[in-house]
């Protein structure tokens, strides 16, 4: 009923930049959280960045200061700005959409998008 489509990954040198977008759609009402988490090869799931639907933000330590997340409410889209990348950063970054109100039916729900690769190599 929901989908989350990710766009924006790829291969960048250290020190570039990449700007991720995700938009949901489906019979949505209201979301509360968007956000971005990340897998690396032989690592758990982590978390990234999210934004709430009144512009809270979160941060992971490891990104603060290079990644900016932001949101558009009226487009269900979420964006992630990845500055001053570094090869730690290589992974298959996830959309997330939390505490998602449906039209047809009760209940909040929670989605994952399919994930897209980031690759910082040079």
């Known amino acids: 009923q929901v989908q989350l489509e990710e766009s924006g990954g790829g291969l960048v040198q250290p020190g570039g930049s990449l700007r991720l977008s995700c938009e949901a759609s489906?019979?949505?009402?209201?979301?509360?959280?968007m956000g971005w988490y990340r897998q690396a090869p032989g690592k758990q799931r982590e978390l990234v960045a999210t934004?709430?639907?009144?512009?809270?933000?979160r941060y992971a330590d490891s990104v603060r200061g290079r990644f900016t997340i932001s949101r558009d409410n009226n487009k269900s889209t979420v964006y992630l700005q990845m500055n001053s990348l570094k090869a730690e950063d290589t992974a298959v970054y996830y959309c997330?959409?939390?505490?998602?109100?449906?039209?047809?039916?009760?209940?909040?729900?929670?989605?994952w998008g399919q994930g897209t690769q980031v690759t910082v190599s040079s």
């Open positions: 997330n959409a939390e505490k998602v109100r449906l039209v047809v039916k009760p209940g909040e729900y929670d989605y």
């Open positions: 489906g019979n949505i009402f209201s979301i509360h959280t």
């Open positions: 934004c709430t639907s009144d512009g809270a933000t």
